[in-house]
């Protein structure tokens, strides 16, 4: 019966990539921020200057992906800097004082509810290999896994390109309509059903409830484009 249940047992866990956490952080930053600003502009901007619009649109977009990417770029350099620190240090310390170390990697197997005389032998068989000791107390005192050294620059790439196709979304529709008015009409129906969708995969991912997850995402959206839309007007007037 026990095995029965195992065997039918479906794990639901969504786990989510660094590429899709990647993708996460530039979305929902280029969805909104455009869609905000477009909005603003189309409070204040009249027909005939609509290209004002597409211009400053494009102009964020392009200042925005270049800052969202630097900052994953940082964020990713800095964590393979953390790491190179930590593993150096952690090799000098295995150096100096393996007594003291080894007591560490004993501790581990301890919390693991060994007996004493398998944690000596599991902890005698860990530091045969320097390499190995140093890599298992990175993982297990720190908590640290080696990082991909190229991770800065992946990271740059997928937030600075997902926050591109994320701010052209909301300013699309500028591009075929004669008015701002109805460009912010498109654009709020658009954004607005992308903005669901998007907090709908990002909520399952992030393990919240897709559906409260989706509307608070859409609900910011949109609370952010009014908000600047009627400043503009309150400007304008």
Known sequence: MNKQLQAGHVEEHLKGSEILRDIVIGMSDGLTVPFALAAGLSGAVSANHLNLIWIAGIAEIAAGSIA????????????????????KREYDEVQRVPDREKEEVKEFFSGLGLSKELQEKAADEMTKDKDVWVDFMMKYELGLDKPDPRRAGKSAFNIGFSYIVGGLIPLSP????????????????????????????????????????????????????????????????
């Open 174 to 237: 500028y591009f075929f309509v004669d008015d701002g008015l109805t460009g912010l009409k498109i654009s709020a129906f658009i954004t607005l059903i992308c903005l669901f969708i998007f907090g709908y995969f990002k909520s399952r991912m992030t393990g919240v409830n897709p559906l409260a997850g989706a509307i608070r995402v859409m609900v910011i959206g949109a609370l952010a484009a009014g908000c600047a839309f009627a400043v503009a007007r309150l400007i304008q007037h």
């Open 68 to 87: 969202m990417g630097l900052g994953g770029y940082l964020a990713g350099k800095t964590e393979v800097d953390h790491y190179n620190s930590e593993l």
